[in-house]
């Protein structure tokens, strides 16, 4: 049996408090704190996908995935700093993340329900990438995608 330590809401609102006032010493945060903003973010992100994908013009959900994502970021700056900052260092952080990658693929219709997993999730962070480059511009591997 597993378990896993869990966090609670004014936990994770603490962590963000503590972000928005940067020290020369910071506390540490843990896996179960990154798992559960990662949560929070994801929750948010899937809310605006589907507003985003609801009022979307054919052919382009691409633009309207990448448009919702960067208004979540830029409103929840303070969650996606704080993920952002830990995402190399942790590996449960980087697993929990898969989920998001795949959803911003299939979302924006570079890659289908029945694709690998592997594959969806290559692409959603090829997207995602993008995305955060702001450029407007699909690599080379998307663009043929989409």
């Given at each position: 049996m597993t378990f896993t330590t869990s966090t609670?809401?004014?936990?994770?609102?603490?962590?963000?408090?503590?972000?928005?006032?940067?020290?020369?010493n910071p506390v540490p945060v843990t896996d179960a704190q990154l798992l559960g903003l990662q949560h929070r973010w994801t929750t948010a992100l899937s809310a605006r996908l589907d507003e985003a994908i609801e009022f979307a013009e054919p052919r382009q959900e691409v633009e309207a995935v990448a448009n919702a994502w960067r208004t979540l970021a830029?409103?929840?700056?303070?969650?996606?700093?704080?993920?952002?900052?830990?995402?190399?260092?942790?590996?449960?952080?980087?697993?929990?993340?898969?989920?998001?990658l795949r959803m911003l693929a299939i979302t924006a219709g570079?890659?289908?329900?029945?694709?690998?997993?592997?594959e969806s999730v290559r692409v959603g962070h090829s997207l995602r990438r993008?995305?955060?480059?702001?450029?407007?511009k699909l690599p080379q591997e998307l663009a043929h995608a989409s």
């Open positions: 609670t809401y004014a936990e994770l609102n603490a962590v963000l408090d503590q972000a928005r006032r940067p020290s020369a830029s409103d929840l700056d303070t969650l996606r700093r704080v993920l952002d900052a830990n995402e190399t260092s942790s590996e449960a952080l980087a697993n929990a993340m898969r989920p998001e570079l890659s289908g329900l029945d694709a690998p997993s592997e993008a995305i955060r480059s702001g450029n407007g």
